[in-house]
């Protein structure tokens, strides 16, 4: 069988409810999260240095599970909250 790169790039409408069957939800990712995000989910009142790298895990369905201030960190969380973590860039 011959595939072209267009074969490859077809893409698939999810919903959030999809996105959260996913693994039978136990599914999350993890990203690197900018500073005002991280103030954003947690509010206003919280103190972050603007140089802090953070990582924020997700359930798949993209509600926000915890920060982290390292990728090993939010791994960590993620087998705390039994979820299997990707990375996603």
């Not at 072209?4 to 999260?33: H, N």
């Not at 103190?47 to 953070?54: F, Q």
């Not at 924020?56 to 960590?76: H, K, M, W």
Request: glycine share 8%; charged share 25%.
């Amino acid at each position: 069988m011959d595939l072209k790169k267009t074969d490859l790039k077809k893409s698939v409408d999810l919903t959030p409810q999809d996105l959260a069957l996913l693994g039978d939800g136990d599914l999350g990712y993890i990203r690197e999260i900018a500073v005002n995000e991280a103030q954003r989910l947690l509010g206003s009142q919280t103190s972050v240095s603007p140089k802090s790298k953070l990582f924020c895990l997700y359930n798949a369905d993209g509600t926000p599970v915890s920060i982290s201030g390292s990728r090993e960190a939010a791994l960590g969380s993620a087998f705390e909250h039994e979820l299997m973590a990707m990375s996603v860039h």
